[in-house]
């Protein structure tokens, strides 16, 4: 049986554009965001963010937070300027209440705008 819809957590879900010099796997990223959360917030602040990458494709990707941490989360990324060695560019294009609405709204647009 599935909860309540009201006592669901509230989610954001943060699109975002890699730029680095060498490829980014889809563990580094994921675990370089958690270190950078945790570092900024501690864990009980990472806690509360409730982070999660739901998907990378090596270029863009979509990161899951909770509605009221996402000026948190969007810090932890600007943190980030280096993985594994490599340096990072990590552009935020928007926040999303739904995968489905950050995925059309953000990143299927700059897909279509190269010739």
């Not at 010099?21 to 509360?48: H, K, P, V, W, Y």
């Amino acid at each position: 049986m599935s909860s309540l819809p009201t006592l669901r957590d509230k989610k954001r879900y943060i699109a975002f554009e890699i730029t680095s010099e060498q490829t980014i796997t889809r563990q580094e990223i994921g675990e370089e965001t958690m270190n950078s959360i945790c570092s900024l917030f501690g864990d009980t602040g990472a806690s509360e963010i409730n982070f999660g990458l739901m998907s990378y494709d090596g270029r863009y990707g979509i990161i899951r937070c909770a509605r009221d941490r996402t000026t948190e989360t969007r810090a932890a990324l600007a943190c980030m300027n280096k993985i594994h060695g490599s340096r990072v560019s990590i552009q935020v294009l928007g926040i999303s209440g739904t995968i489905k609405g950050a995925i059309e709204k953000f990143i299927q647009q700059p897909l279509n705008k190269e010739p």
